[in-house]
Nanobody
């Protein structure tokens, strides 16, 4: 089993910044891709940013140039630095981790979600 703990959400004014963290713990053999998703009220969950084990990143068009995803492999932690926040960034943000409990096994885990509210 893997346990994901997300921190860093909150209320911020438009134009402000927040940094989300997601730490994975448990019986982990390896962690592959790590990512952030978000779900706004009445909308489907969408991918925000993903980072592979090799450090390749991919962003949703709506956050390119404003958000930066990074990871600390030694700490099994992924971060999302969010700058120039807009009211439309308001959502519950979820961490997603692709991990292996042992070689050749591949699983996926989700964090509990952290609320980001951007006021105008």
């Amino acid at each position: 089993q893997v346990h994901l703990v997300e921190t860093g959400g909150g209320l911020v004014q438009a134009g402000g910044s927040l940094r989300l963290s997601c730490a994975a713990s448990g019986s982990i053999f390896s962690i592959n891709a790590m990512g952030w998703y978000r779900q706004a009220p009445g909308k489907q969950r969408e991918s925000v940013a993903v980072i592979t084990s090799g450090g390749t990143t991919n962003y949703a068009d709506s956050v390119k140039g404003r958000f930066t995803i990074s990871r600390d492999n030694a700490k099994n932690t992924v971060y999302l630095q969010m700058n120039s926040l807009k009211p439309e960034d308001t959502a519950v943000y979820y961490c997603n981790v692709a991990w292996s409990p042992y070689e050749s096994a591949y699983l996926e885990a989700w964090g509990q979600g952290t609320l980001v509210t951007v006021s105008s």
